[in-house]
């Protein structure tokens, strides 16, 4: 009796043995799901050529996409997933222009953005197709993300770095620039530029503080620019930053 009751014991300690060896099908079953829900959020003309295969929580993106945004998008997307923790990226994209091309593209497409400012900043530079963009923007859009969007989808940008900071929106900084605005465009100096989209000189408000950057036709501008906005209220600090064209 003490021996069938140790061999039953025996068969009851093997069952779970043999769930166990069920469970590569399943995680099979498990990853192809997961390919298709990648493959279903990946939608659009830019990404139809992605390919999808998925390893345990880990997502393999590859193919050809026209250009960094659609690539940055398939991975964003692809992490959306719940079950995906990780994305490896073989996208290819174009091959790049030369650097000095690409900083052209980029320069122009920043200057031709429609709610570039004088009240913002963008600085960018170009590394073998790498593209860092940085500065400050006024917080009434999400101008930092529609620039990044906007320079991702220049044909043969390898990458795009962004670090542009949203200034404060407080209603202080708003008066500072509405108070600058009017002194430019009454003063015999500035009146060339009050009316420009994008003037040489640009002006960052934040928190009270305010730095001068860009270009002035000379000494007197100079000076005048720095007295004007010395003297405007609720101003707490001038950084003059300004270079003359002459």
Same mark, same amino acid.
């Given at each position: 009796?003490?021996?069938?009751?140790?061999?039953?014991?025996?068969?009851?300690?093997?069952?779970?043995?043999?769930?166990?060896?069920?469970?590569?099908?399943?995680?099979?079953?498990?990853?192809?799901?997961?390919?298709?829900?990648?493959?279903?959020?990946?939608?659009?003309?830019?990404?139809?050529?992605?390919?999808?295969?998925?390893?345990?929580? &880990?997502?393999?993106?590859?193919?050809?996409?026209?250009?960094?945004?659609?690539?940055?998008?398939?991975?964003?997307?692809?992490?959306?997933?719940?079950?995906?923790?990780?994305?490896?990226?073989?996208?290819?994209?174009?091959?790049?222009?030369?650097?000095?091309?690409?900083?052209?593209?980029?320069?122009?497409?920043?200057?031709?953005?429609?709610?570039?400012?004088?009240?913002?900043?963008?600085?960018?530079?170009?590394?073998?197709?790498?593209?860092?963009?940085?500065?400050?923007?006024?917080?009434?859009?999400?101008?930092?993300?529609?620039?990044? &969007?906007?320079?991702?989808?220049?044909?043969?940008?390898?990458?795009?770095?962004?670090?542009?900071?949203?200034?404060?929106?407080?209603?202080?900084?708003?008066?500072?620039?509405?108070?600058?605005?009017?002194?430019?465009?009454?003063?015999?100096?500035?009146?060339?530029?009050?009316?420009?989209?994008?003037?040489?000189?640009?002006?960052?408000?934040?928190?009270?503080?305010?730095?001068?950057?860009?270009?002035?036709?000379?000494?007197?501008?100079?000076?005048?620019?720095?007295?004007?906005?010395?003297?405007?209220?609720?101003?707490?600090?001038?950084?003059?930053?300004?270079?003359?064209?002459?």
């Amino acid at each position: 009796m003490r021996l069938m009751t140790f061999a039953a014991t025996i068969v009851t300690l093997v069952l779970p043995v043999s769930v166990l060896m069920e469970r590569p099908g399943e995680a099979g079953q498990a990853e192809q799901q997961l390919e298709r829900e990648v493959q279903d959020s990946l939608g659009g003309r830019d990404l139809e050529n992605v390919e999808v295969a998925v390893q345990g929580s &880990e997502a393999s993106l590859s193919g050809r996409v026209p250009h960094y945004w659609a690539k940055h998008q398939a991975i964003e997307r692809a992490l959306e997933v719940d079950g995906i923790e990780t994305v490896s990226s073989e996208l290819e994209l174009p091959t790049p222009e030369s650097d000095a091309d690409l900083a052209e593209a980029v320069a122009k497409v920043v200057q031709r953005y429609v709610y570039y400012t004088q009240w913002d900043v963008i600085n960018g530079r170009v590394n073998q197709g790498e593209v860092l963009l940085s500065g400050w923007v006024t917080p009434d859009r999400d101008k930092a993300g529609e620039l990044f &969007e906007k320079v991702a989808k220049i044909t043969g940008v390898q990458y795009v770095e962004s670090t542009i900071q949203a200034l404060s929106p407080s209603s202080t900084d708003r008066r500072i620039r509405q108070s600058i605005a009017r002194q430019l465009r009454s003063n015999m100096h500035f009146e060339r530029i009050a009316s420009m989209k994008n003037p040489p000189l640009h002006i960052i408000v934040n928190n009270g503080h305010v730095r001068l950057v860009g270009y002035v036709q000379g000494q007197i501008e100079m000076i005048e620019i720095q007295r004007i906005v010395g003297q405007t209220r609720d101003v707490l600090k001038v950084e003059n930053e300004l270079q003359t064209a002459q």
